[in-house]
């Protein structure tokens, strides 16, 4: 199972783009990327999921470079209700696959 | 689509007294549930896995004869405590996916433990 390591916690202002960086050095070739965001006393909430190279929908992007071994989370213009734990895992999309946290980011957003 | 509804989403016992919560995927068919349970400041810590129709796997530490995980159908998980005691109050979560889903994990919103 690949293990993760992020920031323990970041601080930005409202309007400016954070980026979450997640390394996972012993990725598989069958792992996918997938980032949740969890606020307080509420369950985990998928952001965005990839494999390689970039992925971006309504309300992040995630860079994955060649080699895998790290990913990055963009969050674009960043408001104060994104202050929030954002988790990275990683792992394949089989059956056996088992969702497992790491610490996470912490990110406050101040006015 | 892909709701998973959790209930109680909070709920308070006497120490002793034993606490049943439910996790239901409301629009899809899950046959793997998962429940975490997660402390203040903490990161969200796996339970058990369990799969429609058989007995649910735990992981190290995890009492089975306290925490009762059942699975009968594809669309119900639920898990008790029993005997609660004050060291059980924390935040309980399920998670639930699917071939269907392409393996995609949905979590319920939670359940707020307190054991008084």
């Known amino acids: 199972l690949a293990k993760t390591t992020q920031p323990i916690s970041m601080d930005s202002y409202e309007g400016q783009e954070v980026n979450i960086t997640c390394s996972h050095n012993?990725?598989?070739?069958?792992?996918?990327i997938t980032w949740y965001q969890q606020f307080p006393s509420q369950g985990p909430r998928f952001i965005i999921q990839g494999y390689k190279t970039k992925v971006t929908n309504e309300v992040a992007s995630l860079f994955i470079p060649a080699d895998r071994k790290s990913s990055t989370l963009s969050l674009p213009r960043v408001s104060l209700s994104d202050t929030a734990v954002y988790y990275c895992?990683?792992?394949?999309?089989?059956?056996?696959?088992?969702?497992?946290f790491g610490r996470g980011t912490s990110l406050i957003v101040h006015p | 689509g892909a709701v998973v509804s959790q209930h109680p989403s909070w709920v308070i016992c006497k120490s002793g007294t034993s606490v049943k919560i439910e996790c239901r995927s409301l629009d899809f068919q899950a046959t793997t549930m998962f429940w975490y349970r997660q402390f203040p400041k903490q990161s969200l810590m796996l339970m058990a896995t369990s799969n429609e129709g058989s007995k649910a796997t735990y992981e190290q530490g995890v009492e089975k004869d306290k925490f009762l995980i059942n699975h009968a159908s594809l669309t119900l998980s639920t898990l008790t405590v029993t005997s609660a005691h004050p060291e059980d109050s924390s935040f309980y979560i399920c998670?639930?996916?699917?071939?269907?889903?392409?393996?995609?994990?949905?979590f319920g919103s939670g359940t707020r433990l307190t054991v008084v």
């Open positions: 998670s639930a996916t699917t071939p269907s889903l392409n393996y995609g994990y949905t």
């Open positions: 012993n990725i598989a070739t069958n792992d996918y």
């Open positions: 895992l990683v792992g394949d999309r089989g059956g056996s696959y088992i969702p497992t």
